[in-house]
């Protein structure tokens, strides 16, 4: 089955090697069936004290820090089945990997208000759970009389394949946004602004409407043009947005699965990153014979490579380093070496944590591990989202050279691609064949510097050059 977590738990930390805990899903007021019960004082006063039933509301986990939505894969109890303490209830797809969902507390599974292959935001109900059986028809109609919870369910995925693009475009023009200069000669010539039709880039004004609105006619021929066609792209950018792409006849729309929208949403967040690369070549004869020695005892050539890049991490820290506010960054004090893996249907980074100080055999077994959980999608979020630096190998496919992506939060990132025959000269001009690979690396500019980058290639080649020091 998949990982376990709990959603049930106030206070659900106390064993988190075996459980992922989360929010608490109690109602911050339980459904008001109440119960009464008298109490007689000595002096003949009476003590009312009510007694709460208690129906709590299952709430969307959240199982990794990126997850914002999560989809029920499937519900393992039905609804009037009676739970225990610690039972897997659910299990739920994250950005990352699908994982049991557990209960904190005793009682009935009253209602599911978000069925199998639909999404909820996190903090979303999803279910109702009853204290008592007697209670399970109140849960049920507390569940159908709030038809706008449920219904914001399954409103995400809708919005996000097309009416989201063209609700952005349609709020964009109604905001009144003019450029400074054209707002300097609204106020000089007493026109009001409001009720100047923008041309600019959507719906901008810019100074030759103010001057076209007062009567003005430009100094320069050549400005009045632009305003004419301009105000003709705007219905056209308007329509771009609403019929563009235009669909061939038979293709067809697919939405991002969990793993696919977490992969997009972290690209685009590495695009605000100022990067840089720098590609080194690397000889791999000695690092291609240890591998012939090595491999029959189950080591990869990936484990290999974590273990050099984590022995060269913890001579130059700080391609290690992080930076995650723009104004600060941090010196990670382990070295955790993520190696991105292909699945269906997306992409993951299964981490080797303290890669440097792991032993060579004991990292492959662990890096196999990996693997196994990420392609069953049962990796734990410690086990994807620890990365202080990632690897990317593409050398197995034959690929000579490549850049990769920086992913968010981390210093660099590292692509190798394949190791070829080359034709190399040394220093007193003879000739030879040697199998080379090069390596690019992509850092970020704002705490990785050229130097240091190349300080810690120089270092890495080394490593790789003279590999006896991986078996150590």
Not at 66 to 75: A, D, F, L, N, P
Not at 189 to 204: C, E, L, N, Y
Not at 367 to 391: C, D, I
Not at 413 to 431: R, W
Request: with cysteine; aromatic share 6%.
């Amino acid at each position: 089955m998949a990982a376990s977590s709990s959603f049930l738990s106030t206070a659900s930390l106390s064993n988190p090697k075996s459980t992922i805990s989360f929010a608490s899903s109690v109602s911050p007021a339980p459904i008001p069936s109440l119960r009464r019960v008298v109490f007689r004082s000595p002096s003949s006063h009476r003590r009312v004290t009510t007694v709460r039933s208690k129906i709590r509301e299952i709430f969307m986990p959240a199982l990794s820090s990126t997850m914002t939505e999560g989809k029920i894969v499937s519900w393992i109890k039905t609804e009037g089945e009676k739970l225990a303490k610690g039972e897997s209830v659910v299990v739920v797809e994250s950005d990352k990997a699908d994982m049991d969902v557990e209960t904190f507390y005793d009682g009935y599974l009253a209602a599911i208000v978000v069925g199998e292959g639909e999404t909820a935001p996190v903090g979303a109900a999803i279910g109702l759970l009853a204290e008592t059986e007697a209670e399970i028809e109140e849960a049920k109609n507390k569940a159908a009389s709030k038809p706008s919870s449920s219904a914001v369910v399954p409103s995400p995925p809708p919005a996000t394949s097309s009416p989201a693009p063209a609700a952005a475009a349609s709020d964009g023009p109604r905001k009144t946004v003019a450029t400074p200069h054209a707002k300097k000669l609204a106020k000089q010539h007493k026109v009001d602004i409001g009720s100047v039709a923008g041309t600019g880039p959507f719906g901008r004004i810019t100074a030759s409407d103010v001057e076209a609105a007062a009567g003005i006619a430009p100094t320069v021929t050549p400005p009045p043009p632009p305003p004419s066609p301009a105000a003709a792209p705007a219905p056209t950018a308007k329509a771009t947005t609403t019929s563009s792409p235009p669909l061939l006849p038979d293709a067809s729309i697919v939405p991002f699965t969990a793993v696919q929208s977490a992969v997009s949403k972290n690209m685009i967040e590495s695009l605000s990153v100022p990067t840089f690369r720098v590609g080194y070549p690397v000889n791999t004869d000695a690092l291609d014979a240890l591998y012939e020695k090595v491999k029959p005892k189950g080591v990869t050539m990936t484990a290999l490579l974590a273990k050099a890049a984590g022995m060269a991490l913890a001579q130059h820290p700080v391609v290690n380093a992080s930076c995650k506010d723009g104004k600060s960054f941090s010196y990670n004090s382990n070295i955790n070496v993520a190696v991105a893996v292909a699945i269906n249907g997306g992409l993951i980074t299964p981490v080797l944590q303290d890669a440097d100080k792991l032993d060579l055999y004991l990292l492959s077994q662990k890096w196999k591990e990996l693997v196994g959980k990420a392609r069953s999608k049962q990796l734990q979020p410690h086990e994807y989202n620890s990365g202080t630096f990632t690897l990317s190998n593409l050398g197995m496919f034959g690929v000579d050279r490549f850049d990769a992506i920086l992913p968010p939060g981390e210093g660099a990132i590292m692509a190798v691609g394949a190791s070829k025959p080359t034709v190399v000269a040394d220093k007193d001009g003879f000739f030879s064949v040697k199998n080379k690979m090069l390596v690019n690396v992509t850092a970020d500019h704002r705490i990785v510097y050229g130097a240091d980058l190349a300080a810690f290639l120089q270092t890495f080649a080394k490593i790789v050059e003279n590999p006896d020091s991986l078996t150590l």
